[in-house]
């Protein structure tokens, strides 16, 4: 499911920057204190798996300048920006994908490799995060990303739509 919104009710959130800057910042101050490299740039695209990238499709990225070939994210960040949820990822980088012709082609058990040795990493940042929360103010837009997303006239939206999306949008119609 890629939208929360359907059933008589339409919304276009801006997902410009799809990942919480304040949540990613966290994360990051996270897992510099885990001590492990970490880098906080690049462009990710994401592919429809469950599957690797064709040598071609890797190529293409590749000219294209994305840093990360993934399959996770979407339509995650799209649902927790509907949700007006903070939203950040956290990718393990485990391969070079097909395109580096020195290097052999990416396989299961290479990425489940790497990922099991990241995941003590994860978990490290994780719990650093949980014991030392954010203290400020939140200063991102997540909480309010359907403020101005709403497209659908109130007056037309069916009663069984307003009830199901109640929890995302009743601060946004009036009754």
């Given amino acids: 499911k890629n939208t929360f919104f359907e059933g008589g009710l339409v919304s276009h959130v801006g997902v410009a920057d799809p990942f ?4 990613s910042t966290h994360l990051l101050q996270a897992f510099k204190e885990s ?6 740039d690049g462009t990710l695209v994401v592919i429809e798996g469950p599957r690797f990238s064709t040598r071609a499709e890797s190529n293409t990225f590749r000219s294209w300048g994305m840093s990360i070939v993934g399959m996770t994210t979407a339509p995650e960040a799209f649902l927790a920006r509907e949700a007006e949820l903070c939203y950040a990822s956290i990718a393990h980088i485990t391969d070079y994908d097909v395109w580096h ?8 058990e290479m990425v489940m ?18 014991q030392n ?3 400020e103010e939140r200063a991102c837009s997540c909480q309010s990303a359907l ?7 109130p007056v037309v939206i ?14 946004y119609l009036e009754d």
């Fill in 113 to 130: 490799n790497i990922i099991s040795k990241n995941t003590d990493y994860v978990k490290d940042a994780l719990s650093y995060l949980t």
């Fill in 147 to 153: 403020e101005s997303a709403l497209i659908t006239n």
């Fill in 158 to 171: 069916p009663k069984s739509t307003r009830k199901k999306l109640g929890l995302l949008v009743s601060k």
């Fill in 20 to 23: 919480c800057p304040d949540l």
């Fill in 133 to 135: 929360p954010p203290r």
């Fill in 101 to 108: 012709t020195s290097e052999e082609d990416v396989s299961v």
């Fill in 35 to 40: 001590e492990v490299t970490v880098h906080d």
